[in-house]
């Protein structure tokens, strides 16, 4: 099970971190990732960490403003959001997956429910 938390509402510039608390599952075997998903639109790749936290990949849209990370002593992964837009306004989701952390949200294997940001001027 994955529960994902911190999302809200911002303004433009703002900065949210989100977290996600795995259970039931070796956390520390699987890398994981954050997806967004805005309203009538895709589950878009954000950022993944490998199990290690040694490597962290980023969509081009967010590189240099978010940051992934995790705790496996807590068996929570994080995201950090600064310089935030409004393109950036979706239901976040975590996601375990027992390979690499990769891109493709179809290699995952569990979920969590989402949390929404909104971005407003």
């Known amino acids: 099970q994955l529960q994902a938390s911190g999302g809200g509402a911002v303004q433009t510039g703002g900065s949210l971190r989100l977290s996600c608390v795995a259970s039931?599952?070796?956390?520390?075997?699987?890398?994981m990732g954050w997806f967004r998903q805005a309203p009538g639109k895709g589950r878009d790749f954000v950022a993944a960490?490998?199990?290690?936290?040694?490597?962290?990949y980023y969509a081009d849209s967010v590189k240099g403003r978010f940051t992934i990370s995790r705790d496996n002593a807590k068996n929570t992964v994080y995201l950090q959001m600064n310089s935030l837009k409004i393109e950036d306004t979706a239901k976040y989701y975590c996601?375990?997956?027992?390979?690499?952390?990769?891109?493709?949200?179809?290699?995952?294997?569990?979920w969590g429910q989402g949390t929404q940001v909104t971005v407003s001027s």
């Open positions: 996601a375990a997956d027992k390979g690499w952390a990769t891109r493709d949200k179809d290699e995952y294997d569990y």
């Open positions: 039931g599952f070796d956390f520390s075997d699987y890398g």
């Open positions: 960490v490998t199990w290690s936290g040694g490597s962290t």
